[in-house]
């Protein structure tokens, strides 16, 4: 299974909503991430998990609130979020170690819209 | 921090046409890694490149680690409808952070 999955595909909320967004993978990757993508531009970092440990935040607001329960689930709780936060959230997941841990596997992302 | 440039912006070829698109660094990278995106899906791996002056082939995409380790291309030969979409370089030094370029829309004309 070289998969990452990504639930749900598309989600529509208001600002005042809490929402969360899942992410799955079984390639047995021990390292696994979250980025932002606006439309036409390259993926942007958010958060890096290294053995269920938060490694990397890159200054994300408190309104993102990463959560990794175990090696195979990632999930990104949403509060509170602003119109501007409307975009692709990708997951990807890696080897975290060994020269192979550079190829980060990308899941088909959610399309978040922030009304 | 470190910037990869990548090029063209776009491209609008014919079928069958090869098409070729590079990255370039004022740093060193020890890793290069191609994908593509399709509109409203997350980036696929298409190569992984670890050594300078390592040449690697994927079905028709051959690419290359440059040998100052600071730049990598992509060539896809015999293009096809299915190639149009978003083609990222990224690379890699240490840690967990990749760095990408800008990406180039392809756009293959029937």
């Known amino acids: 299974d070289t998969e990452v999955t990504q639930t749900p595909k598309h989600l529509v909320m208001g600002m005042t909503n809490k929402k969360s967004l899942k992410c799955e993978q079984h390639?047995?990757?021990?390292?696994m991430y979250w980025y932002k993508q606006k439309a036409k531009k390259p993926p942007e970092l958010m958060f890096v998990y290294s053995y269920e440990k938060l490694s990397i935040n890159e200054s994300v607001p408190s309104r993102f609130s990463p959560e990794c329960p175990n090696s195979s689930l990632l999930n990104l709780h949403l509060h509170a979020l602003q119109p501007e936060d409307s975009a692709l959230y990708l997951c990807a997941s890696s080897q975290a170690r060994l020269a192979r841990y550079n190829e980060q596997f990308f899941g088909p992302g959610t399309r978040l819209t922030v009304l | 921090g470190q910037q990869l440039n990548q090029s063209p912006q776009s491209m609008f070829i014919q079928e069958g046409e090869d098409v070729s698109m590079n990255c370039t660094s004022s740093s060193i990278f020890n890793t290069w890694l191609w994908y593509k995106q399709d509109p409203g899906e997350g980036p696929v791996l298409l190569i992984a490149l670890y050594k300078a002056g390592e040449l690697t082939s994927n079905g028709r995409l051959t690419a290359q680690f440059g040998i100052t380790r600071k730049d990598s291309f992509l060539n896809i030969s015999a293009s096809i409808p299915s190639d149009v979409g978003i083609y990222f370089c990224?690379?890699?030094?240490?840690?967990?952070?990749?760095?990408f370029g800008e990406g180039t829309q392809l756009t293959v004309n029937p």
């Open positions: 990224a690379g890699h030094t240490s840690g967990s952070r990749l760095t």
């Open positions: 390639m047995g990757h021990r390292a």
